[in-house]
């Protein structure tokens, strides 16, 4: 059975560029939810996304941006990137809210 | 702003110990709460997710949880040296603590 998947695994950008992310999950799982990972942080909560809705949202400026499509397939979108944007962002999969994620490897994102 | 805390360790144990590991929320209407295991380097497994009040076993692994007084606790038994890794509490699903690092020494 395969797993979560996210690609890129690497991105390097540029301060005020935008930036898209993207994560397939497990087949058969409908919620898919977006991490920020940094060594001072920890794992923040992005959004979560079940049957092409979002269903819950963290405290992350307008400039994080996401959607799910018809297959449950995820995209992660950032704006005017800026420096503190450098993070692991991951995505995780479950069939719902009652069970806990599968995480996916993660794309490591630098901005410069 | 719902808090999850962790004492971020590191907490080391001898082989074959008892890890104790604990995390308390602010969040009094929390229903579910996770534990997930980090190897560094790698992304966050999940170990084991409990609902109720009282105690969770599965294998090695015992969670306890105490909702009156908002902490969830995770206990290992016959620590072994592949054990270590950062041990992340969540709770709702969404919001984690930042992380216990244990090391379990042979």
């Known amino acids: 059975k395969a797993g979560v998947t996210q690609t890129p695994r690497y991105l390097i950008k540029t301060r005020g560029q935008q930036v898209t992310l993207s994560c397939s999950p497990i087949s058969g799982h409908r919620s898919v939810s977006w991490y920020q990972q940094t060594p001072g942080q920890g794992l923040q909560f992005l959004f979560e996304y079940f049957s092409e809705t979002q269903r819950n949202k963290g405290n992350f400026p307008g400039r994080f941006s996401g959607r799910q499509f018809s297959n449950s397939r995820s995209e992660m979108n950032v704006s005017t990137l800026e420096l503190g944007d450098s993070a692991l962002y991951l995505c995780?999969?479950?069939?719902?809210?009652?069970?806990?994620?599968?995480f996916g490897s993660g794309t490591r994102l630098t901005v410069v | 702003q719902k808090e999850v805390e962790q004492n971020s360790g590191p907490l080391s144990v001898p082989e074959g110990a008892i890890a104790s590991l604990n995390c308390t929320y602010s969040d009094r209407g929390s229903q579910s709460f996770f534990w997930y295991r980090q190897y560094s380097g790698k992304s966050p497994e999940l170990i084991m997710f409990?609902?109720?009040?009282g105690d969770k076993e599965d294998g090695r692994f015992t969670a306890q949880l105490n909702k009156a007084s908002q902490y969830v606790s995770l206990l290992i038994r016959d620590s072994q040296p592949s054990d270590s890794a950062t041990y992340l509490c969540a709770v709702n699903k969404f919001y984690f603590g930042s992380g216990t690092k244990l090391n379990v020494k042979p």
């Open positions: 995780a999969s479950s069939i719902d809210r009652s069970y806990g994620y599968t």
């Open positions: 409990i609902y109720s009040n």
